[in-house]
């Protein structure tokens, strides 16, 4: 009983060091599994049913009534959604998003993928009824769309950080990046697939180093940048036939050249990218 009042006592206190970035993330998830090591099966059992699981096993009526009262919200709002005001649209939606980022926040470190499983669905509800608004009320659909994936995309980063959470990150990257090309799309025009390839190539090259350069000081930062980076490479393609319309025959196949040369690239520098990207 001893030796597990003080495993108790240090996991506690490496997860102290995690939250409070004593030690780096990785250092940490090393001293976990070190001292987990020494478990049997039962106690790793009982360990991995913690949080929301124990709860609902052990019949807690605040978290039962807790998750009837968000469903029951969350169906009523869906139900009327079309009758309230163009402000109660907003309000509600933000509110609910609100809601699912709030629980996934207070379960990031007792229930990962619960907390993983609400802000994807936070995020899902915020698109979606961004959408719904927009069709609603048959405002100018460009213009909306984009201020809302802008939106979504802030959003999503500010969310990604502070979870921790590197896809729902890259999302937001991905999501702000996609606004900044339709606005070069429609104040540049005319640039040819040349053109673009420069323009597309040396924002990944900066990213791609702003992955090197971020990896020791915030090495969860590394990956989400460098694989952005990775998406920019293949933008000027994207840009050429997704948002400028143009014919997909030549662009393919130098898409799929392109791709040959990026995982030779990779291939070779393999050693060093890697070390950087999971520091």
Same mark, same amino acid.
């Not at 009320?137 to 100018?140: D, F, L, S, T, V």
């Not at 460009?142 to 201020?147: G, N």
């Not at 890697?274 to 520091?279: A, D, F, K, N, Y």
């Given at each position: ?21 004593l ?7 090393f ?20 949080? =929301? ?6 019949g807690?009526? &605040?978290?039962?009534? =807790?998750?009837?009262?968000? &469903? ?13 005001? =163009? ?29 993983a499983?609400l ?12 959408? !719904?608004?927009?069709?609603l009320?048959?405002?100018?659909a460009?213009? !909306?769309?984009?201020?809302l ?6 959003? !999503? ?54 992955? !090197? ?30 948002l ?12 799929? =050249? ?15 990218w ?6």
């Open positions: 009983m001893d030796q597990e009042k003080k495993r108790t006592i240090l996991l506690h206190e490496i997860e102290h060091w995690r939250q409070s970035r030690l780096p993330e990785q250092y940490c998830d001293l976990s599994n070190l001292y987990r090591e020494d478990e049997n099966p039962a106690q790793s059992q009982n360990r991995n049913n913690t949080g =929301l699981l124990t709860y609902l096993r052990h807690h009526g &605040i978290a039962w009534i =807790l998750g009837f009262v968000i &469903i029951s919200c969350i169906c009523l709002i869906g139900f009327y959604f079309t009758a309230f005001p =163009l402000a109660m649209q907003i309000c509600s939606a933000s509110a609910v998003t609100a809601i699912c980022y709030g629980m996934a926040a207070v379960w990031r470190s007792s229930e990962k993928s619960m907390s499983m802000s994807t669905l936070g995020s899902a509800i915020m698109l979606g009824s961004g959408v !719904w608004i927009i069709q009320h048959q405002g100018e460009k213009v !909306w769309f984009l201020v994936v802008g939106l979504c995309g802030l959003i !999503w980063c500010l969310v990604g950080l502070t979870l921790r959470i590197s896809l729902l990150h890259y999302c937001g990257l991905a999501g702000l990046l996609l606004v900044y090309a339709v606005l070069i799309g429609r104040y540049w025009p005319t640039a040819t697939l040349a053109m673009l390839e420069v323009f597309w190539i040396l924002h990944a090259v900066l990213l791609i180093g702003l992955s !090197w350069w971020v990896h020791r000081r915030f090495p969860r930062f590394a990956l989400v940048y460098f694989a952005i980076g990775l998406t920019l490479v293949f933008m000027a393609e994207a840009d050429t036939i997704v400028r319309h143009q014919a997909a025959g030549e662009v393919i196949f130098l898409s799929i =050249l392109k791709l040959a040369f990026v995982v030779g690239i990779l291939f070779w520098t393999r050693k060093k890697i070390t950087w990207v999971t520091s």
